[in-house]
């Protein structure tokens, strides 16, 4: 499986391009998150996890 991180953040009123809106709807915005971005070979799809960062 190959693997994507990539550090999220606000930037002004907006977060990086890379991550759409809906998908930040469930997450608490005030804290900071890593995005890891899997892609399965086997099935041909993307998987996305927020992971806090610490």
């Known amino acids: 499986m190959a693997t994507i991180r ?14 759409p809106m809906p998908l930040l709807f469930a997450i608490d915005k005030s804290k900071k998150y890593d995005v890891v971005f899997n ?3 086997k099935t ?4 996305i996890e927020f992971e806090e960062m610490k």
């Not at 990539?6 to 991550?19: A, Q």
């Not at 041909?44 to 998987?47: A, F, G, I, K």
């Open 44 to 47: 041909q799809r993307w998987y």
């Open 6 to 19: 990539r550090k999220m953040y606000k930037r002004g009123s907006s977060f990086e391009t890379t991550v």
């Open 39 to 41: 892609f399965d070979e």
